[in-house]
């Protein structure tokens, strides 16, 4: 059984072979007739439509589960909700605060699991991610020898995104405040797959020629009483025209959304002619329908 819990659970040829079922105009009706759960800890806009509609495009039928209905570990166990899940859905998604939660699903489902969001890791926004800046840039093969640069914390979206990147052949810098960065794990495991990676605490060096501009929200789900701190921490770390400008003359620009405008984009940016954010936004579906093709290919 496959489960999709991060970009690296994927071989460089299984995720090429998930990018191009996001891209395909029809794909095989992979849930006729069958459910998908989709349980949600954290609330979500983008995930929870792109998602629902991916199911149904492939015949489903999704079901949302908000988290007062099951209780993760206080009203059930996250193994019990698993193990009732699988008995009437092909396929279960979960959008979690821990990512142990995740692991602990994969060690008793008999379905696919599909991680929404963890505090470790974001595959589907990756795929996406991968999947905008592929249809930018002649597809998935003219992605090898371009860079992506991350401005702001190294949160799980950075991470995933730097995985998938490298693994597809960019070259991955990252510019965060001091503290905020990678821990060696994370860059061992970046540089792993055979990324060319910088690290650095000045944004401007990591976009100096970069074809993408990525940046996410300072203070993430969950952090809400550090986000006057990291405010000031992360002053000089706005994506602005300014900073725009330092890259590649065609570079455009990506934020996962939901944007805080003003603090980690200007609106200038964002509402400029250089912003894929929309088009980001709509492969968030694509790419799920992708990635839930090739799981159910998988069982």
């Given at each position: ?14 995720l ?22 989709l ?51 092909a ?20 379905v ?42 190294a949160?799980?979206v ?23 960065g ?20 000045d ?19 969950g ?53 894929r954010?929309?088009?980001q ?15 159910m290919?998988?069982?």
């Amino acid at each position: 059984m496959r489960h999709l819990l991060e970009v690296d659970d994927l071989s460089t040829t299984e995720l090429g072979d998930i990018l191009d079922l996001g891209g395909a105009a029809t794909v095989p009706r992979s849930l006729d007739g069958l459910g998908m759960a989709l349980l949600f800890e954290k609330p979500s806009a983008r995930t929870r439509n792109s998602m629902e509609m991916a199911v149904v495009q492939l015949g489903g039928h999704p079901l949302t589960i908000r988290p007062d209905e099951v209780g993760l570990d206080t009203r059930e166990t996250v193994e019990d909700v698993t193990r009732t899940l699988c008995c009437y859905h092909a396929a279960i998604g979960a959008r979690v605060f821990e990512h142990s939660k995740l692991e602990r699903m994969t060690a008793v489902s008999s379905v696919p699991i599909v991680n929404m969001l963890s505090d470790e890791a974001h595959p589907l926004q990756a795929l996406a991610d991968l999947l905008t800046i592929a249809n930018e840039f002649g597809g998935v093969a003219g992605l090898a020898g371009r860079t992506v640069a991350y401005i702001g914390d190294a949160n799980n979206v950075a991470r995933s995104l730097s995985l998938g990147a490298g693994m597809v052949g960019m070259s991955v810098r990252v510019a965060t405040p001091v503290g905020f960065g990678f821990s060696e794990a994370d860059v061992a495991r970046i540089i792993a797959t055979g990324t060319d990676f910088v690290a650095t605490n000045d944004p401007f060096e990591a976009v100096a020629g970069a074809s993408v501009v990525y940046t996410d929200v300072w203070t993430s789900m969950g952090q809400e009483d550090e986000s006057a701190k990291r405010r000031e921490l992360f002053a000089g770390f706005t994506v602005t025209d300014e900073l725009m400008d330092a890259a590649a003359p065609d570079a455009i620009f990506m934020h996962c959304l939901p944007a805080h405008r003003g603090e980690e984009v200007s609106d200038s940016v964002l509402e400029g002619s250089r912003s894929r954010v929309w088009p980001q936004a709509e492969n968030r579906m694509h790419a799920a329908r992708g990635a839930l093709v090739w799981l159910m290919e998988q069982r």
